[in-house]
């Protein structure tokens, strides 16, 4: 679905990306891991072309995204910040109906089937109790899953996440990250989030992306990173695996 080829970043003389080659396919969920300042958001922005990428480094579905019209590639890929501005009086209904805005017409009217998938998306994050208050009255966890709802209602086959559950605790987390799960089976999606919860990470994703310094250490299933003496190297030997079958835990290692 998305390739990236030779993908590099630099601001002033600092090199950001450094030679970035990934292959993210149909129907699976990537976790994107690393230390901070790995680079991690920097990928993101380039695959949403938040941060317009240079010619022929990433591909959809075959073809280069900077020769997709903005509109068109709306319906393609849809994105989560980590932190989004809600400083505006809009009901959670009205903000997840701003997902549909690449399909409205000239006179930007919503039709019965843009009703209906918002209501199907505030039903599957389970937002009905929420669906007539404002925006700016829920608590950030909230206001996260709202926003996520919007980037579904875009009914795009990618979805990009920059740390969706740093502002929930466990218990949100978990839930959300399940429906997640679930919402990727049911939609056939591709899902590629950043996250700092090695253990949700690994827990949730399917395949995980290590990144370190601006470069790809090492990508692949989730078992393999898991098992990798790159991913100890990476956190500086921190790291404490734990086995308790059929689960892993990954906790900090204490000298």
Do not use: W
Not at 72 to 82: H, L, M, N, T
Not at 204 to 218: A, N, Q, S
């Amino acid at each position: 679905m998305i390739r990236v080829e030779h993908l590099h970043y630099t601001i002033g003389e600092k090199q950001i990306l450094k030679d970035i080659n990934l292959q993210f396919e149909k129907n699976k969920i990537y976790g994107m891991i690393g230390p901070n300042g790995a680079g991690k958001s920097t990928l993101l922005k380039h695959i949403m072309r938040i941060i317009e990428p240079a010619k022929q480094t990433i591909f959809f579905e075959g073809q280069d995204v900077i020769k997709i019209r903005t509109k068109d590639y709306a319906k393609k890929c849809s994105f989560v910040f980590q932190e989004n501005a809600r400083d505006v009086d809009f009901t959670v209904e009205e903000m997840i109906a701003m997902g549909r805005y690449p399909y409205l017409d000239l006179l930007g009217s919503q039709n019965k089937e843009d009703q209906n998938i918002v209501e199907q998306i505030i039903e599957e994050l389970s937002l009905c109790p929420f669906k007539e208050r404002s925006i700016m009255s829920l608590s950030g966890g909230e206001a996260q899953k709202v926003f996520i709802g919007r980037a579904l209602a875009q009914k795009t086959p990618l979805l990009l996440l920059d740390e969706p559950i740093s502002m929930l605790d466990v218990h949100n987390s978990i839930e959300l990250l399940s429906r997640l799960q679930a919402i990727k089976e049911k939609y056939g999606l591709t899902v590629i989030m950043v996250l700092h919860d090695l253990n949700l990470a690994f827990q949730y994703c399917d395949h995980i992306v290590l990144l370190e310094k601006g470069e790809v250490v090492l990508a692949g299933e989730k078992e393999k990173v898991l098992k990798s003496e790159k991913l100890h190297d990476v956190y500086k030997h921190k790291l404490k695996i734990i086995e308790d079958f059929p689960h892993t835990y990954i906790v900090p290692k204490i000298d």
